[in-house]
Structures are given as C-alpha cells and as structure tokens.
C-alpha cells in the first residue's frame, strides 16, 4: 500500500505533466527559418550541413515560410528599409516562437555604423539569443540552438508566452 499509482499500472505506462510532455517535443522539433542577408546567411548554410549537421539537434527542418516556423534565425546586415519586413515575418510566426540574432551586425549593426543600418534587430522585434561574431563560428550558432530548446523546455502551456514589446517600428 502506498506505492503510488505508476507501480500499479505496470512498464508500459509513464505519468507526467502535459507541459513536460509538450515542451519535450517542441524543444527537439524547432523548424527555423533563416533570414540571411549578408555573409551570416552563408555561414548558416555551413550550419545545416553534414559537418556540424542541426539535425542532431532537432532543427534540420528549415523552413521557407514564417507561418511554418517557430525559429527565426536573423543572420546578416538589416538595413531600415527590410526592418518592416522583418517585423512582418516575425507577426506571421505562430506562437511559441524564438529568435536567434546571428552575427555583429544583426545584433549591433557590426561596423555599419550609418544612416541607413539599423543597430540591432532588438529596435525591431525580440531577440531570444544573440551569437556573437563576424562571421560567427557554427558551434555558437549550435549553442544557440541548445539555449532555445533549454526555454522551450521550461515553458507553460498555460501562460501566454506572447512577449511584451515596443521597438521602433510600433513609436
């Protein structure tokens, strides 16, 4: 007596919590999407290729359309002009989503220090992770990807996730 339920119902059953449950799927099935738009773009192919492959972490899926995405991976230079654009592919992103800022100048504006740059994607849209460097090496960007599904493991379910954000673009 006393031995709990789980004992009782044999090997074959486990109990858990449905947010568990949930987030374990979600955090090892993101289906990013790349938004490359300079040299970053081109480091995240390397990325998804056989030698540092992010399909072993779940996120080979790439996706081409926002509305399939849960990962938005900025990688590149963002100029004022694409910043609506950005921020109209992230409004299209179902919930939960994530974003990864990939590289100096999405997370900065690197050495783009001008008019016409903006300095940082964070004016833009929320950024979950920012990987440092110009370009920056692919394990960052996999430890990225392992900080991301880390967040999306210790989510609820029952919350609303629906992130709280005033950048530039809503003034």
Known sequence: M???????????????????????????????????????????????????????????????????????????????????????IYEQMCEPKWVISMGACACSGGFYDNYATVQGIDQIIPVDEYVAGCPPRPEAVLDAIMRIQEKAKNESIIKDRVKEYKGFLDA
């Open 2 to 88: 006393g031995l709990g339920i789980e004992s009782s119902l044999g090997d074959s059953i486990l109990t858990t919590k449905l947010d568990a449950a949930v987030n374990w799927g979600r955090s090892y099935s993101l289906w990013p999407m790349a938004f490359g738009t300079a040299c970053c773009g081109i480091e995240f192919m390397a990325v998804a290729a056989s030698r540092y492959d992010v399909s072993r972490f779940g996120a080979e899926v790439v996706r081409f359309s926002p509305r399939q995405a849960d990962l938005l991976i900025v990688a590149g230079t963002i100029s004022y002009k694409q910043a609506p654009i950005l921020k109209k």
